[in-house]
């Protein structure tokens, strides 16, 4: 059982919550949804299951948590991507290559299977949000067409680069982008 190192209740719990989630990673990964038992994420979390069922109902909830957890890291990591970086062509440029970088690590069988609940509405929001307000300031600086609203171009670019995770290699992601990138008519650095 992870040991109390936070001195707080409520830091301990939220220790034994990363952990199943952390453990649930890991089975997804080594052996996708279908392999996460309530009895094996108890083992590989290093708890008993009678302090599993505490935290979570059941397998199904604990995947949405974890799912909530990596579409939250996700959106963080692109904002992070883009911020601090003046020049709202390259902050396009960064976003896009993130998103598809993310996109293409994601568990298929995870995305697919997790993706079309409710519980990724929020998350898929905000991606959508920072595309077009990016795509805004792109195209008010010359960078991309102005012809067809941000938000339409956003959503052509969410759903050009989903396709990511069936590409084979690095180098077919990169080219998807500069496809993407052409679809925009981008005017800036090189891709």
Known sequence: ????????????RREVRDAILDASARMVGA?????????????????GRATLYK?????DEVLVAWHERLLEEHVRALRAEVEGQPDPAEQLVRGLRAYTELTAHEPSEAAGALHGRGHAQGSADEVESLFTDLIDAAARHGAVRDDVAPRELAVF???????????PSKAAARRLVATVL???????SAI
């Open 1 to 12: 059982m992870p040991r109390v190192r936070t001195g707080t209740i409520a830091g301990h």
């Open 31 to 47: 052996g996708g949804l279908h392999s996460v038992t309530m009895a094996g994420l108890a083992q590989e979390a290093g708890i």
């Open 55 to 59: 935290y979570f109902a059941g397998v």
């Open 157 to 167: 670019c969410i759903g050009a680069l989903g396709g990511a995770r069936h590409l």
């Open 182 to 188: 052409e679809g925009l008519r981008f005017e800036g």
